[in-house]
């Protein structure tokens, strides 16, 4: 018998990958959504956490750009 599951499959790169790893590896164990790490560059997860995933690279981008000072 096959088991299916739904997920998001996410297709980025290295650091990207690491960092959604390790916010996975931060959270109770109830709440990891990971369902499998293929390689590298590509996680499938589960489909209701695409918008905390969003959220999360959106506010690390953030902290992370570069401004030019005045």
């Given at each position: 018998m096959v088991n299916?599951?739904?997920g998001l499959y996410i297709t980025c790169d290295i650091p990207m990958?690491?960092?959604i790893i390790n916010m996975n590896a931060s959270l109770p164990q109830s709440h990891k959504f990971?369902?499998?790490?293929?390689d590298n560059a590509h996680i499938f997860v589960h489909s209701d956490v695409a918008g905390?995933?969003?959220?999360a690279i959106a506010t690390f981008r953030e902290q992370n750009t570069y401004e030019k000072p005045s």
């Open positions: 299916a599951i739904k990958a690491q960092f990971i369902i499998h790490v293929l905390m995933i969003k959220s």
